[in-house]
């Protein structure tokens, strides 16, 4: 078993979640998150003013799932980042699991 997590803008989310059914990731939890792109973005957004938004609208999913589901889904995620016509490629990575209940 892996920690697989993944972050994505919002605006890619229902592409994200119908890549984790096809490679039948069907248990995951996911956040809402706000993305910078350099140190700077956050630095220049902390403001006296809390209604001024800072980051892009993100999403973050992980899952403790199998490996194999996991190359699946890589296999997909490269796929689609390779189509997309923005710089916000869905980004991926696994972490092993030493100890779990």
Do not use: C
């Not at 957004?45 to 993100?58: D, H, L, M, R």
Request: glycine share 4%; aromatic share 10%; hydrophobic share 40%.
């Amino acid at each position: 078993m892996k920690l697989l997590i993944v972050t994505s803008v919002v605006a890619f989310q229902k592409d994200v979640l119908k890549l984790f059914k096809k490679a039948n990731i069907e248990a995951f939890s996911s956040s809402e998150i706000d993305g910078y792109k350099n140190g700077n973005s956050l630095v220049a957004t902390q403001s006296w003013f809390p209604g001024e938004k800072g980051g892009n609208e993100s999403v973050m999913l992980f899952s403790f799932t199998e490996e194999e589901k996991i190359d699946d889904l890589f296999k997909y995620l490269k796929e689609y980042n390779e189509h997309l016509e923005t710089n916000n490629p869905v980004r991926a990575v696994v972490l092993p699991i030493e100890r779990s209940l």
